[in-house]
């Protein structure tokens, strides 16, 4: 009877024991799958800002990776080497505003620099200083052209080619002025060759409110300011 009672009691402390062991994971389960029971927030158009957190993992064991295939390591390199280049800060070049305050001047250095001042001055001391840059190369993109006079004074004062020019002579600019100084900045650069605004093929250009009969036998190259440039 003892050993019968005995029996009992152990069975039963074995079944109390499996049902509590059971509760647990009964509420986790209703915490991940029942979305009423998570305390999420909502957003204004009544969505869960916040999904349910999921049962925690144990993390797995570090495993080491697989050597890269020689194509993926180039892949990877190629990529490493555009985002160095994408970060990589470019070095500092002066500025066309920088050179023009360092270089300009009253005083011109000879007959040929004086004539390309000229040129800036009255056909486009009103324009950018990329515009005037790049009236001063159609000057000389002409001289080098073997179309047109071989000197820069050849072609500023070659007849009905520009309209400041009067029976070849070239009117007096205000040398005191700042955009006298300006042009005479723009006349060195453009001579140094090492800011340019228009390929070397480009020989003409007229102000954007008229339409010469030319320009339409030319292709167009660049609108800069109120100029536009042909080819």
């Known amino acids: 009877m003892i050993r019968s009672f005995r029996a009992t009691a152990v069975a039963a402390l074995a ?27 909502v957003s204004p158009l009544g969505l869960n800002d916040a999904a349910p957190l999921a049962r925690p993992v144990a993390p797995a064991a570090a495993q080491p990776a697989a050597p890269l295939a020689p194509a993926q390591q180039a892949s990877v390199g190629a990529f490493q080497h555009m985002v ?19 270089l300009s001047a009253v005083e011109t250095q000879g007959a040929e620099e004086d004539c390309l001042a000229n040129a800036v001055y009255f056909e486009a001391r009103g324009e950018s200083l990329e515009g005037q840059l790049a009236v001063a190369e159609v000057v000389m ?17 070659q007849r009905a080619q520009f309209s400041f020019v009067r029976a070849g002579i070239i009117p007096a600019a205000d040398r005191d ?14 001579q140094a060759g090492t800011t340019r605004m228009l390929a070397p093929n480009v020989l003409w250009y007229h102000a954007n409110y008229v339409s010469p009969a030319w320009g339409r036998r030319l292709a167009r190259s660049s609108v800069i300011g109120a100029h536009i440039f042909y080819r």
């Open 15 to 41: 079944f109390v024991s499996i049902a509590a062991a059971a509760a647990p994971a009964a509420a986790q389960s209703g915490s991940i799958f029942d979305h009423g029971a998570v305390n999420t927030g």
């Open 84 to 102: 160095g280049l994408a970060t990589a800060t470019p070095p500092a070049t002066p500025s066309l505003d920088a050179d023009v305050a360092r």
């Open 141 to 157: 993109n002409r001289a080098r052209s073997g179309r047109y006079p071989t000197t820069w004074c050849g072609v500023v004062v």
């Open 177 to 190: 002025s700042q955009a006298w100084r300006r042009a005479v900045a723009i006349a060195r650069i453009a």
